[in-house]
């Protein structure tokens, strides 16, 4: 008899709640200075690009990413263990973020996950258990600033199939972004 999956609660994004994963790049929770004669808002070092171990080097890329099906079951999760890697939305669509604590493995205890707003970014700290990026709108799209260079920076471990845990758009429909649920389902 298969079990009702366990629901993972999505949580707003928020930089005090995410901090054991990484740093929120959000410019509306953000101090800023003014730089080229006043006509520039500067909000500065939002984050930090981690990804000189190893001889590493940092990169800009674009992510353009479809959706997955929802309820989505958990299957597996990555991290970089040489780098940071910064998601910035590039179209202001909501999207969801799924972290788990560093560690060996991916403690599927332990899992969060969050929405963002689409107006915020976030940046996975080097080590940490994240889901492949999660866009809820068709061809979505993100400024990746992660890590090239030697050396394994892609660890992933795929969960046995009893950990039974799943993604679900449902409870976002009780929050402001209702156009989620439509766009994804
Ligand atoms: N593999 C890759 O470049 N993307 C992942 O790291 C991801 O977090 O989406
Ligand atoms: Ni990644």
């Not at 674009?62 to 910035?88: D, N, V």
């Not at 799209?141 to 920076?153: K, M, Y």
Request: hydrophobic share 40%; aromatic share 8%.
């Amino acid at each position: 008899m298969n079990l009702p999956a366990r629901q993972l609660t999505i949580e707003p994004l928020t930089r005090e709640a995410f901090a054991p994963f990484g740093d929120v790049i959000d410019k509306e929770v953000s101090e800023y200075f003014m730089i080229n004669n006043g006509s520039t808002r500067r909000y500065h070092r939002m984050a930090d690009v981690d990804v000189t171990e190893g001889g590493g080097e940092p990169i800009i890329s674009i992510f353009q990413a479809t959706p997955l099906e929802y309820p989505l079951p958990i299957k597996m999760m990555e991290r970089h263990p040489l780098g940071s890697q910064a998601f910035i939305p590039l179209l202001g669509n909501p999207y969801l973020i799924l972290v788990a604590p560093k560690g060996d493995t991916p403690d599927p205890s332990k899992l969060r996950a969050f929405l963002s707003n689409g107006r915020q970014g976030v940046n996975y700290h080097k080590g940490v258990w994240h889901h492949p990026v999660l866009a809820l709108t068709d061809s979505d799209q993100f400024l990746i600033v992660d890590r090239a260079g030697p050396g394994n920076n892609c660890d992933e471990v795929f969960f046995s199939d009893d950990i039974n845990v799943e993604l679900a758009l449902d409870s976002l429909a009780q929050q402001e972004d209702q156009r989620i649920v439509s766009t994804a389902s």
